[in-house]
């Protein structure tokens, strides 16, 4: 009979522990400059790919939808984001940052790059572009698929 691997030597076991700290980390900072998690997942991928539906940012931000539609309703109040119908299809609504989300969204970036850099302590840069190369492997093997960068 074939060994059970160990729970700590499972990957997706270890991402998880390591995705969750590194979540609740930056939570705890952006809540002491007045933002939540929540709100800068939505406004990280608007300022990667504006202008997308409810159920593209939805998935890019891995939130279920009624989720994102309240939070995108909260961002608007506070001037962060505005709905508009799409130029191809009017029944579509999608998302886009303002500048003032633009300007919240680049006080709330050096947190969260300062939370990955910590993660990776120690790392080379090779190292640090394998692990990327890997990840993005693995979502492909999983069929996850990113958004189109938008230049």
């Given at each position: 009979?074939?060994?059970?691997?160990?729970?700590?030597?499972?990957?997706?076991?270890?991402?998880?522990?390591?995705?969750?700290?590194?979540?609740?980390?930056?939570?705890?900072?952006?809540?002491?400059?007045?933002?939540?998690?929540?709100?800068?997942?939505?406004?990280?991928?608007?300022?990667?790919?504006?202008?997308?539906?409810?159920?593209?940012?939805s998935?890019?931000?891995?939130?279920p939808?009624?989720?994102?539609?309240?939070?995108?309703?909260?961002?608007?109040?506070?001037?962060?984001?505005?709905?508009?119908?799409a130029?191809?299809?009017?029944?579509?609504?999608?998302?886009?940052?303002?500048?003032?989300?633009?300007?919240a969204?680049?006080?709330?970036?050096?947190?969260?790059?300062?939370e990955?850099?910590?993660?990776?302590?120690?790392?080379?840069?090779?190292?640090?572009?394998?692990?990327?190369?890997?990840?993005r492997?693995?979502?492909k093997?999983?069929?996850?698929?990113?958004?189109?960068?938008?230049?």
């Amino acid at each position: 009979m074939k060994k059970q691997p160990h729970l700590d030597d499972l990957p997706p076991y270890l991402m998880n522990r390591l995705i969750a700290r590194m979540n609740q980390n930056l939570s705890e900072i952006l809540r002491k400059h007045g933002h939540t998690f929540q709100d800068w997942r939505i406004l990280a991928v608007l300022a990667a790919h504006n202008g997308i539906n409810i159920t593209k940012l939805s998935e890019a931000a891995v939130l279920p939808q009624p989720t994102v539609s309240r939070l995108v309703a909260g961002l608007k109040r506070k001037g962060f984001v505005e709905r508009r119908n799409a130029r191809t299809d009017s029944r579509v609504v999608e998302i886009t940052i303002t500048a003032k989300g633009m300007k919240a969204y680049g006080k709330m970036m050096p947190h969260a790059v300062a939370e990955y850099r910590a993660a990776v302590k120690g790392f080379t840069a090779k190292e640090d572009e394998f692990l990327s190369d890997m990840l993005r492997r693995m979502m492909k093997n999983r069929n996850i698929r990113l958004l189109p960068r938008v230049t």
